[in-house]
């Protein structure tokens, strides 16, 4: 059983910055796509950042130019590097994990989600 399990969330003001860390551990076969959703109330998960094993990365329009994704393949562990945060990047942030090395998905493992709060 894979497990994953995010940190780093939490309450920043606008313009400022965060890291979100998500670890994946666990399963029989190795971890190969990695990526990071977000959520609001009423509103679909969105795919924000997405990462292989091999480096290949995605990178959602809205966070563009502000936003990073990386990845330790020795810690299973990818990072979401938040820069330049607006009140509408608030959400809860879930992080996601699969064999598979699709960016889009879909992703098997899921984390419990860490909270973003942006004041303005």
């Known amino acids: 059983q894979v497990h994953v399990v995010e940190s780093g969330g939490g309450v920043v003001q606008a313009g400022g910055s965060l890291r979100l860390s998500c670890a994946a551990s666990g399963g029989r076969f190795a971890i190969n796509a990695m990526a990071w959703y977000r959520q609001t109330p009423g509103k679909q998960r969105e795919l924000v950042a997405s990462?292989?094993?091999?480096?290949?990365?995605h990178l959602a329009d809205a966070v563009k130019g502000r936003f990073d994704i990386s990845r330790d393949n020795a810690l299973n562990t990818a990072y979401l590097h938040m820069n330049s945060l607006k009140p509408e990047d608030a959400a809860t942030y879930y992080c996601?994990?699969?064999?598979?090395?699709?960016?889009?998905?879909?992703?098997?493992?899921w984390g419990q989600g860490t909270q973003v709060t942006v004041s303005s």
């Open positions: 990462i292989t094993s091999g480096g290949r990365w």
């Open positions: 996601a994990a699969d064999e598979d090395y699709r960016l889009d998905g879909p992703y098997a493992y």
